[in-house]
């Protein structure tokens, strides 16, 4: 079993910056792809930026040029760091990691708001 703990949400004005960390723990799990989803009031959640253990990225085309997501392999850790924030950017954020043998795991979730 992998747990995720999320930190770094949080209010911040629109154009501001925010950083968020997933931190990866449990027994005899190798990490394959760890990324970052988020869920709006009354919409479904929504990939944001995902990482492979090589560090191969992807994002959703709404944030491409203002998030980037990174890792840590040797930390079991994940970062998105995310600048010109936008009101839509406002969704609780999830953590999800994926495993060599396809099992998943998701954090509880941190929200970020952003005030226009």
């Known amino acids: 079993q992998v747990q995720l703990v999320e930190s770094g949400g949080g209010l911040v004005q629109a154009g501001g910056s925010l950083r968020l960390s997933c931190a990866a723990s449990?027994?005899?799990?190798?990490?394959?792809?760890m990324g970052w989803y988020r869920q709006a009031p009354g919409k479904q959640r929504e990939l944001v930026a995902d990482i492979t253990r090589d560090g191969n990225t992807n994002y959703a085309d709404s944030v491409k040029g203002r998030f980037t997501i990174s890792r840590d392999n040797a930390k079991n850790t994940a970062y998105l760091e995310m600048n010109s924030l936008k009101p839509e950017d406002t969704a609780v954020y999830y953590c999800h990691l994926l495993t060599i043998w396809a099992t998943d795991s998701w954090g509880q979730g941190t929200q970020v708001t952003v005030s226009s």
């Open positions: 449990g027994s005899m799990f190798i990490t394959n792809r």
